[in-house]
Nanobody, 126 residues
Framework: QIRLVESGGASVQAGGSLTLSCTAS????????MGWFRQVQGKEREGIAV????????DYTDSVKGRFTISQDSAENKVYLRMDSLEPEDTGMYYC???????????????????WGQGTQVTVSS
């Protein structure tokens, strides 16, 4: 029932910035965890940031702290991922996901997330 669509991916030079968006549609009746994940070729999907919409608590993985920022537009069911000072290592397919389970802290495990978008490609060149 819930559908997620990512957008905003592009090819940029190292040091550049991008803002990704995740738009949710369908019936969302409660606060949820939303996660941003990325996956590179031949690697497992990894968590970038997780966000509980109720408390607005956000956790970032160490590699993006200070560079990536999550924000929310509740009225439009959108979550944004602002990415600054991009590095080649940030290259990958970026996904947003929703976990409907109410949790004190959002999970970093992709297996906990019930709904996924199709992904948007970010390529950072040096």
């Amino acid at each position: 029932q819930i559908r997620l669509v990512e957008s905003g991916g592009a090819s940029v030079q190292a040091g550049g910035s991008l803002t990704l968006s995740c738009t949710a549609s369908g019936d969302i009746y409660k606060n949820v965890c939303m996660g941003w994940f990325r996956q590179v070729q031949g690697k497992e999907r990894e968590g970038i940031a997780v966000f509980y919409t109720g408390t607005k608590n956000i956790d970032y993985t160490d590699s993006v702290k200070g560079r990536f920022t999550i924000s929310q537009d509740s009225a439009e069911n959108k979550v944004y991922l602002r990415m600054d000072s991009l590095e080649p290592e940030d290259t990958g397919m970026y996904y947003c996901a929703v976990d409907l389970m109410v949790r004190p802290r959002c999970s970093w495990s992709p297996s906990e997330y019930n709904f996924w978008g199709q992904g948007t490609q970010v390529t950072v060149s040096s």
